[in-house]
């Protein structure tokens, strides 16, 4: 099983600023590597697939980027909708899994 | 508009069954894998289960092959996910997904999820 870690666990921003969260495999994923946000009492919604191509209608503030075992998702200027979770997820290998979630909040 | 709408959840017994329900809409179910995914309170998604479009296929998480079916009816436009033997960790929402695309198994629409409280 490939284990995906996420840090921070907690991520501690204001608006405005530029948030970095990263995404490690324990082995390559290649870029098979899909990033999802989770707002409190929601479900998931997809945010990025192929580790860097942005979902339909998600703005370009965020961006996806790595590949093999080191992933990172880039919020360039937090928006106040933007205060999350957010998970990654390998699509490379069964089973499927995803990271323990990054929450970015105030 | 796409959209999946779960249901059949409850509270059940330890070593009770449930069977859930997906309901999917606004796009052509058949040709699409369709997942399920849970969510235990406070805690992280857990990938469950996937499904062929044609039903032929079925992946797993380990922890549950045995004691979870999931299967399709593609004239209902309906995924089921059956639960049998739960335990108490087996409580959480359950949500239904639909896989973007053939053989990239990330999913791209979600439904809201059914709960399953198990009781010890």
């Known amino acids: 099983e490939v284990v995906m870690t996420q840090s921070p666990d907690t991520l501690s921003m204001s608006p405005g600023e530029r948030a970095t969260l990263s995404c490690r495999a324990s082995?390559?994923?290649?870029?098979?590597l899909a990033w999802y946000q989770q707002k409190p009492g929601q479900a998931p919604s997809l945010l990025i697939y192929g580790a860097s191509t942005r979902a339909t209608g998600i703005p370009a503030r965020f961006s996806g980027s790595g590949s093999g075992t080191q992933f990172t998702l880039t919020i360039s200027s937090l928006q106040s909708e933007d205060f999350a979770v957010y998970y990654c997820?390998?699509?490379?290998?069964?089973?499927?899994?995803f990271g323990g979630g990054t929450k970015v909040d105030i | 508009e796409a959209q999946l709408v779960e249901s059949g959840g409850g509270l059940v017994q330890r070593g009770g069954s449930l069977r859930l329900s997906c309901a999917a809409s606004g796009f052509t179910f058949s040709t699409y894998w369709m997942s399920w995914v849970r969510q235990a309170p406070g805690k992280g998604l857990e990938w469950v289960a996937n499904i062929r479009q044609d039903g032929s296929e079925t992946y797993y998480m380990d922890s549950m092959k045995g004691r979870f079916i999931v299967f399709r009816d593609n004239t209902r436009n309906s995924v089921f996910l059956q639960l049998d033997g739960l335990r108490a960790e087996d409580t959480a929402i359950y949500y239904c997904?639909?896989?973007?695309?053939?053989?990239?198994?990330?999913?791209?629409?979600w439904g809201k999820g059914t709960t399953v409280i198990v009781s010890s």
């Open positions: 997820q390998q699509y490379n290998n069964w089973p499927l899994t």
């Open positions: 997904a639909r896989v973007a695309k053939i053989y990239n198994y990330y999913m791209d629409v």
């Open positions: 082995q390559t994923v290649l870029t098979n």
